[in-house]
């Protein structure tokens, strides 16, 4: 089969331009070892984003995959409307323990996104099922450049007119704080506090925008004016959360203990769709009631909790402790921080971006018609690394299991694309 010719006849990619796509040889995986991604002409690359952030202890880990292989032995998938099973009831108890306090509450879906959607509803009904006052509660904060998934409500959020603002005939109206700054909050906030239902952050790091990273103390100074104006806090960690900013989650650096927490990406370390939404008992009680009161969250998904994923999950949450994972981070983050300094030397870089092992690379000056992101991710592939760009601003975030050397010898691969391709660049404007 030429599997090239199958996918450019059949297949329509997530974010992608299709009338290039055809026009490129796909690169198609067949199968992953460790932090490598392996194609189907046995070529091998660094899997330098993680298979789009989730990937946390690499691939084909033992641990994982026995655990999936064991799950299957018993049952791969049962419904959690009006059932339950160990996997998910386990996996909740051990999400519970390593939270932030005052989390106690675990409801399952299937991507980031819907626990975004799952968060906003919760937080709307909430305040329906209070008083008079509380009912006034219907709208939401979030930041500009925000990105909190694709379903309606997620991209209701969203502050990245690329992504969102072609849809907003179908969208409900939110507003947008200016990222990292607290003082803007707070206008917002004063103005119309008692008309929120809830804020609406990234913690600590905004991939989408480009790994925009907001300066100490302004999350936990966004918990204080959420606390003051009596609103809800909703903490989207599934970029954020499994160890990408240094700590399990980046709530975790300003001791900050959100009302909602949506989690998904590396919960089963890249191997299964699962995501979770935490929340604290004042939030589960408001939704108590005889039946006849209609207070249940009427919400759910076919594959909500689903066994094999919830499987994934607690081996995954085993190897942190077992491989000693954030401690390997902590070495990372020092060797991640001297290896970028020459690319942020570079020309055509306009700043680098981290936190943690989340790196944005921002080039500088190009036409948006050159694609110059697009050109690195190819040249970087062409040296032997799997990047990812947002626009022009090239996107590190790799397995946290990978190692120094193979960390090294992905920013200097990352370095040599950069200037390979900025240079070719100079040299056809110059002709």
Same mark, same amino acid.
């Given at each position: 089969?030429?599997?090239?010719?199958? =996918? &450019?006849?059949?297949?329509?990619?997530?974010?992608?331009?299709? %009338?290039?796509?055809?026009?490129?040889?796909?690169?198609?995986?067949?199968?992953?070892?460790?932090?490598?991604?392996?194609?189907?002409?046995?070529?091998?690359?660094?899997?330098?984003?993680?298979?789009?952030?989730?990937?946390?202890?690499?691939?084909? &880990?033992?641990?994982?995959?026995?655990?999936? %292989?064991?799950?299957?032995?018993?049952?791969? &998938?049962?419904?959690?409307?009006?059932?339950?099973?160990?996997?998910?009831?386990?996996? $909740? #108890? #051990?999400?519970?323990?390593?939270?932030? *306090?005052?989390?106690? %509450?675990?409801?399952?879906?299937?991507?980031?996104?819907?626990?975004?959607?799952? $968060?906003?509803?919760?937080?709307?009904?909430?305040?329906?099922?209070?008083?008079?006052?509380? %009912?006034?509660?219907?709208?939401?904060?979030?930041?500009? =450049?925000?990105?909190?998934?694709?379903?309606?409500?997620?991209?209701?959020?969203?502050?990245?007119?690329?992504?969102?603002?072609?849809?907003? *005939?179908?969208?409900?109206?939110?507003?947008?704080?200016?990222?990292?700054?607290?003082?803007?909050?707070?206008?917002?906030?004063?103005?119309?506090?008692?008309?929120?239902?809830?804020?609406?952050?990234?913690?600590?790091?905004?991939?989408?925008?480009?790994?925009?990273?907001? *300066?100490?103390?302004?999350?936990?100074?966004?918990?204080?004016?959420?606390?003051?104006?009596? /609103?809800?806090?909703?903490?989207?960690?599934? $970029?954020?959360?499994?160890? #990408?900013?240094?700590?399990?989650?980046?709530?975790?650096?300003?001791?900050?203990?959100?009302?909602?927490?949506?989690?998904?990406?590396?919960?089963?370390?890249?191997?299964?769709?699962?995501?979770? /939404?935490?929340?604290?008992?004042?939030?589960?009680?408001?939704?108590?009631?005889?039946?006849?009161?209609?207070?249940?969250?009427?919400?759910?998904?076919?594959?909500?909790?689903?066994?094999?994923?919830?499987? $994934?999950?607690?081996?995954?949450?085993?190897?942190?402790?077992?491989?000693?994972?954030?401690?390997?981070?902590?070495?990372?983050?020092?060797?991640?921080?001297?290896?970028?300094?020459?690319?942020?030397?570079?020309?055509?870089?306009?700043?680098?971006?981290?936190?943690?092992?989340? /790196?944005?690379?921002?080039?500088?000056?190009? *036409?948006?018609?050159?694609?110059?992101?697009?050109?690195?991710?190819?040249?970087?592939?062409?040296?032997?690394?799997?990047?990812?760009?947002?626009?022009?601003?090239?996107?590190?975030?790799?397995?946290?299991?990978?190692?120094?050397?193979?960390?090294?010898?992905?920013?200097?691969?990352?370095?040599?694309?950069?200037?390979?391709?900025?240079?070719?660049?100079?040299?056809?404007?110059?002709?």
């Amino acid at each position: 089969m030429d599997l090239a010719a199958e =996918d &450019h006849t059949h297949l329509w990619h997530p974010f992608t331009q299709q %009338r290039g796509w055809v026009e490129e040889e796909p690169l198609v995986i067949e199968r992953g070892e460790g932090t490598d991604l392996i194609d189907v002409d046995g070529r091998r690359y660094i899997d330098g984003v993680s298979s789009l952030w989730c990937n946390v202890h690499g691939h084909r &880990h033992p641990r994982l995959d026995s655990a999936v %292989r064991d799950q299957l032995d018993r049952v791969a &998938h049962s419904t959690m409307l009006g059932l339950s099973h160990p996997p998910a009831i386990e996996l $909740a #108890r #051990r999400l519970v323990e390593i939270s932030p *306090p005052g989390l106690s %509450r675990v409801f399952y879906s299937d991507s980031g996104s819907t626990a975004v959607e799952i $968060a906003l509803k919760m937080a709307f009904q909430f305040w329906q099922q209070g008083d008079a006052a509380a %009912r006034g509660r219907t709208r939401f904060v979030s930041l500009r =450049d925000s990105y909190h998934g694709d379903t309606v409500g997620s991209v209701s959020l969203g502050g990245i007119d690329l992504f969102h603002s072609l849809y907003q *005939p179908l969208l409900f109206d939110a507003l947008h704080a200016e990222p990292g700054d607290a003082a803007d909050l707070e206008r917002i906030l004063s103005a119309h506090g008692e008309e929120f239902a809830a804020v609406v952050v990234e913690p600590l790091v905004q991939g989408a925008a480009g790994m925009l990273v907001h *300066p100490p103390g302004y999350l936990s100074a966004v918990r204080e004016l959420c606390d003051r104006y009596g /609103t809800l806090l909703i903490c989207d960690e599934v $970029a954020t959360g499994f160890g #990408r900013t240094g700590r399990m989650f980046a709530c975790e650096h300003e001791d900050v203990a959100p009302d909602f927490m949506c989690l998904a990406k590396g919960l089963t370390g890249g191997y299964l769709p699962l995501a979770a /939404t935490l929340t604290t008992e004042r939030i589960y009680a408001g939704f108590l009631g005889d039946f006849e009161e209609l207070r249940t969250f009427f919400h759910g998904h076919t594959y909500t909790g689903n066994p094999l994923a919830c499987a $994934a999950a607690l081996a995954t949450l085993d190897v942190f402790e077992e491989e000693r994972t954030l401690e390997h981070v902590a070495v990372l983050e020092t060797v991640l921080a001297e290896a970028l300094e020459p690319v942020a030397g570079l020309g055509a870089v306009a700043e680098v971006r981290r936190r943690g092992l989340m /790196t944005g690379i921002e080039l500088d000056g190009f *036409p948006l018609a050159a694609r110059m992101g697009h050109q690195v991710t190819l040249e970087a592939r062409r040296r032997g690394a799997i990047v990812r760009p947002l626009g022009d601003v090239v996107i590190l975030m790799p397995p946290l299991a990978i190692t120094v050397a193979e960390l090294r010898r992905l920013v200097d691969i990352v370095y040599a694309a950069i200037a390979t391709v900025t240079a070719e660049s100079e040299l056809a404007v110059a002709a």
